[in-house]
C-alpha cells in the first residue's frame, strides 16, 4: 500500500482545486515521529490557493476526519501532521511482506518491456582493473533492480575486442612471446610483452608499421592473424569470467567490437546519404561544432574504424535486435563526452530514439595508503584486491567465531560483499576512496554489517523454531500486530515499509547506492530494536509472535534488497 497516495486521496476531497497526484508529490516523511508519521507542507500550496500556510493546515485538520489507515491529525506551524494507526500499519506491513517474500519491494513497473544494459566491457588483454569493478557492479545492480521491477533486460559485455592493439600484440607476440607463458601467465604475460612493444618502438619505429600491418591483416581475414587473436580473447575471456563467477555477475550477450566489423558499412553509407559524413584530410567525421563539441570521427585516414563508429553501429544493431524502451552504458565519467558525441549522431540521423540512450557515469577509486598499490604498474587488479578482502574476512571470522561451518564460503561471500557494497555506497558519480578499515568495519555502513544484521535476523529465528530453519515459527492464534506500537518496532516497520520507494527511485535515479544507503538504513534500525526489545524471552505470546513476524519480515526485506546490489546474503557468520 502506498500511504503518501492513500493520505492524498482524502486529503484531495478537502482542497480545493489542488489534484491527488500534486498533493502525494509533497507529502514529505518527518524526520521526528513527533511530527506525525506523513505531514503535508502547505507552503507550496499558498500561492494557488491564497491562503496563508497554517491557514490552509488548519482548514484541513477540521475538514477531513482521519479514519481507517490514520489515527490523528494536527495543523502545526504550516504543515498537516498525521499521524498512523499503528495497528493497522503493522498490519498491512507484515501481511504485504509476509505473502510477496522474495518478491516484496516490486511493483512491476517494466510490464515486460526491454532495457539494453551494457555494463563491464573489459578489454582483451588487458588487466580488469578496478575501474571495470565499477562498471560491472553498477550495471549488475541497475540489471537487477530494473528486473525486479519487471523489465527485460538484456546485460551486454561490449568487450574492447577490436582495435589497433591487436596488430601490436601480434607483433609483440611474435618478437617476445611464447605459447608456455601466455598459457601459465595469461593476461599479465600479454600485458608485458605489449608494453615491451611499446617500450621498443621507441627506437625502433618500424615495429609500429609491421603493427599497422598485421592489423590490416587481421581485418581482411588473415587466417594466421586471425587464429592469434581469437586465442587471446579466448585467454582474457577465461581470466574474466573467473572475475564474474566470484562476483557472482552474468551476461546475456558478449558481442563485443568485433561484432560490428561486417555491420559498419551500411551505417557508413547511410551517415552518408545524410549528408552528415564530411571529409578532413582524408578522415571521415561527422561535424558537431553546432553543439559544441568536437567532431565524432568516423574513420580514419588509413580506412581504419574506431570505437565511436562501433558505439553508433552497435546502438542501430541494438535497437534493431529488442526494440529498446531505454539503453543505459554504464562507464567512467571520462567517457562522458565519447557518448554525448555519438548519441547527437543518432539524433542527426533522423532517429529519435536517441533519446532513450543513456550514458550512466561513474567516479573514480582510489586508494587509501600505499600498501594497495601493486606489484605491477599502478592499475588495481581486481583479482588481488578480491583474494585480499578475502583473506583479510577469514582472519575477522577466524577471530569472531572461530568454530564456524564453511568459513571459506561465507569468508568469500562477505569478503566479496564488502568490495561490492563499498563501490556501491555512495553516489554512483563521486569519487571513492577505498579503505580496508571501512569495507570492512562489521560495526560501520559497511555490507559485512549490513549481511551480518541478516545472518542475526536469521538466528533469532532458528532459535525460536529450535532448528535450522529461517521461516517464521507457527505461533497459535491469529497474528496481533497491535503488539507492535512501542518506538523501536514501529521505527523499523516504517523503514521495512520504504524499500519498495527506495528501489523505485534506485530504477528512476539509476543509483544502486540508493539501496545500499537503504539497506544500512533498515539494519542500524533493526539493530536498535533487537538491543532495546527482547524477542524469544518474553511472557507474552502475542507480542513474542508479533515481534518474531518483525525479525522475519526484516530478514525477507533484507535478503531482497542485498541480492538486488549484487551481495549474497549468508544465513551463519
Ligand atoms: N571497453 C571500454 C573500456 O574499457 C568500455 C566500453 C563501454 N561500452 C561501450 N559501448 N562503449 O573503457
Redesign the pocket.
Given at each position: 500500500m502506498d500511504y503518501k497516495i492513500l493520505l492524498a486521496d482524502q486529503l484531495a476531497a478537502h482542497v480545493e482545486g489542488i489534484g491527488r497526484d500534486q498533493l502525494a508529490d509533497l507529502i514529505e516523511y518527518p524526520p521526528n515521529p513527533q511530527m506525525g508519521d506523513l505531514s503535508l507542507p502547505c507552503f507550496k500550496l499558498s500561492k494557488q490557493l491564497r491562503k496563508a500556510p497554517q491557514a490552509i493546515a488548519e482548514e484541513i485538520k477540521t475538514k477531513w476526519q482521519p479514519q481507517g489507515a490514520f489515527a490523528s491529525v494536527d495543523a502545526v506551524a504550516g504543515y498537516v501532521n498525521v499521524f498512523l494507526n499503528k495497528a493497522a500499519f503493522a498490519e498491512s506491513v507484515i501481511s504485504e511482506v509476509l505473502s510477496k517474500k522474495d518478491r516484496y519491494g516490486s511493483q512491476n513497473i517494466g510490464n515486460g518491456r526491454n532495457i539494453v544494459i551494457?555494463f563491464s566491457?573489459?578489454?582483451i588483454a588487458k588487466t580488469f582493473h578496478i575501474g571495470?569493478l565499477r562498471s560491472t557492479m553498477i550495471g549488475n545492480a541497475i540489471y537487477n533492480i530494473f528486473q525486479y521491477e519487471g523489465y527485460n533486460c538484456i546485460g551486454i559485455n561490449?568487450l574492447?575486442d577490436w582495435g589497433t592493439q591487436f596488430g601490436k600484440l601480434i607483433v609483440a607476440y611474435k618478437n617476445w612471446g611464447s605459447e608456455a607463458a601466455v598459457e601459465a601467465e595469461g593476461i599479465d604475460e600479454l600485458q608485458r610483452i605489449y608494453v615491451k612493444l611499446h617500450d621498443e618502438a621507441e627506437t625502433r619505429p618500424e615495429l609500429e608499421d609491421e603493427a599497422r600491418a598485421w592489423f590490416v591483416k587481421l581485418e581482411q581475414g588473415d587466417e594466421e592473424a586471425l587464429k592469434l587473436w581469437k586465442w587471446f580473447v579466448e585467454i582474457s575471456l577465461k581470466e574474466f569470467q573467473k572475475m564474474y563467477e566470484l562476483l557472482g555477475v552474468r551476461f546475456d550477450s558478449y558481442a563485443g567490437e568485433s561484432f560490428y566489423n561486417d555491420k559498419m558499412a551500411p551505417v557508413l553509407d547511410e551517415l552518408k546519404q545524410k549528408n552528415l559524413l564530411q571529409e578532413d584530410d582524408g578522415a571521415l567525421l561527422v561535424r558537431l561544432e553546432d553543439y559544441n563539441m568536437p567532431p565524432a570521427l568516423m574513420v580514419k585516414k588509413d580506412g581504419g574504424t574506431l570505437?565511436h563508429t562501433r558505439?553508433v553501429t552497435?546502438a542501430i544493431y541494438r535497437h534493431n535486435t529488442y526494440d529498446f524502451e531505454k539503453a543505459i552504458?554504464v562507464?567512467d565519467a571520462g567517457?562522458s563526452l565519447h557518448f554525448q558525441q555519438w548519441f547527437k549522431v543518432i539524433e542527426l540521423m533522423g532517429y529519435d530514439w536517441a533519446k532513450n540512450l543513456q550514458h550512466v557515469p561513474f567516479g573514480k577509486v582510489s586508494l587509501e595508503g600505499a600498501k594497495l598499490s601493486t606489484r605491477k604498474g599502478n592499475v588495481i587488479r581486481l583479482e588481488e584486491l578480491l583474494t585480499q578482502a578475502i583473506d583479510k574476512t577469514r582472519d575477522i571470522i577466524e577471530q569472531k567465531n572461530p568454530n564456524m561451518e564453511n568459513k571459506e564460503e561465507v569468508a568469500r561471500k562477505v569478503g566479496v560483499g564488502a568490495i561490492i557494497f563499498n563501490d556501491l555506497s555512495n553516489n554512483r558519480v563521486k569519487d571513492v576512496v577505498f579503505s580496508w578499515e571501512d569495507a570492512l568495519n562489521f560495526e560501520g555502513e559497511s555490507g559485512p554489517y549490513v549481511q551480518y544484521t541478516q545472518a542475526r535476523a536469521c538466528s533469532i529465528l532458528r532459535k525460536a523454531n529450535g532448528s535450522d530453519s529461517n521461516e517464521l515459527p507457527a505461533h497459535t492464534g491469529t497474528l496481533n500486530p497491535a503488539k507492535l506500537e512501542n518506538a523501536e518496532a514501529v521505527a523499523v516497520l516504517k523503514e521495512i515499509y520504504l524499500f519498495a520507494e527506495r528501489v523505485e527511485q534506485a530504477m528512476n535515479k539509476l543509483e544502486p547506492s540508493i539501496v545500499s544507503r537503504y539497506l544500512v538504513d533498515l539494519a542500524q534500525s533493526f539493530n536498535r530494536f533487537y538491543h532495546e526489545c527482547p524477542i524469544l524471552n518474553v511472557e507474552d505470546p502475542e507480542l513474542r509472535a508479533a515481534r518474531l513476524a518483525l525479525v522475519k519480515c526484516t530478514q525477507i526485506t533484507m535478503v531482497n534488497g542485498l541480492r538486488l546490489i549484487g551481495l549474497e546474503a549468508p544465513e551463519k557468520i
Open positions: 551494457d566491457s573489459p578489454n571495470h561490449h574492447g570505437y558505439d552497435a552504458y562507464t567517457q
